[in-house]
């Protein structure tokens, strides 16, 4: 089973208006961290956002939220009032006990004047 | 400049040879991480460091790539006798733990590999 699925290979949304990116994960640990990564064509990962799986609240960090359902087993990225600079490759990751980060395929977001 | 680097930022070779590339870590980031990554996909893990121990290697790191950290401060990954599908971004990132469990690592620019 995929440790880290983001089933959305692209979305669009209007400048100013939220998006959602979707990702659900499958792990058997108790402490794990789930992550959010932009990439922009040129290929940096940028850290966006972190979860720990004892949080009980919703991590924020500016325009970025975490929509953490912990029963789901879902992690999604919501990205408030979009501007043209937010187009680019979103990953979605997990790191388990024993350190190692999985991450999905990836979405990209294209967001539209 | 803080961050993770990476040189160089690209390389193209022949397939046969042997390339290296280098990651310098953030200064206090004990932990040092190797990705690969190809198109349309999400990086991949290959190793990582605790200071100058390789703690953990990926099956993908076949007998032809090694590591190494000595003295836990930058980074080598080689490759040697390149093939074709090799031809991929090798991305660095650094970490250190901190208290209540939250770990982020952080990434280099990366080095983009083509081997011809």
């Known amino acids: 089973a995929q440790k880290i699925t983001q089933t959305q290979p692209g979305m669009f949304v209007q400048e100013k208006e939220a998006v959602t990116l979707d990702c659900t994960y499958d792990?058997?640990?108790?402490?794990?961290?789930l992550f959010w990564y932009k990439q922009p064509s040129s290929g940096e990962m940028i850290f966006l956002i972190y979860?720990?799986?004892?949080?009980?609240q919703n991590a924020t960090e500016g325009r970025y939220s975490l929509n953490f359902q912990k029963a789901r087993k879902s992690a999604n990225l919501v990205i408030s009032a979009s501007q043209l600079g937010d187009s680019a490759m979103y990953f979605c990751?997990?790191?388990?006990?024993?350190?190692?980060?999985?991450f999905g395929t990836g979405t990209k977001l294209q967001v539209i004047p | 400049d803080t961050g993770v680097s990476q040189n160089p930022r690209h390389k193209i070779t022949k397939r046969g040879q042997n390339v290296t590339f280098r990651c310098d870590p953030i200064?206090?980031?004990?932990?040092l991480y190797w990705y690969r990554q190809t198109l349309g996909q999400g990086p991949e893990f290959l190793t990582y460091?605790?200071?100058?121990?390789?703690?953990?290697k990926s099956r993908l790191l076949s007998d032809r790539f090694s590591a190494e950290r000595p003295k836990g401060s930058f980074s080598t990954l080689e490759i040697q006798r390149t093939e074709q599908g090799d031809s991929a971004m090798y991305l660095c990132?650094?970490?250190?733990?901190?208290?209540?469990?939250?770990?982020?690592?952080?990434f280099g620019p990366g080095t983009r590999l083509l081997v011809l």
């Open positions: 200064s206090e980031h004990n932990r």
């Open positions: 990751a997990m790191r388990e006990f024993d350190q190692k980060v999985t």
């Open positions: 979860q720990g799986s004892y949080d009980e």
């Open positions: 990132a650094s970490s250190t733990p901190r208290t209540g469990g939250e770990e982020t690592q952080y």
């Open positions: 792990t058997s640990d108790q402490s794990y961290g």
């Open positions: 460091f605790q200071n100058e121990a390789q703690l953990e």
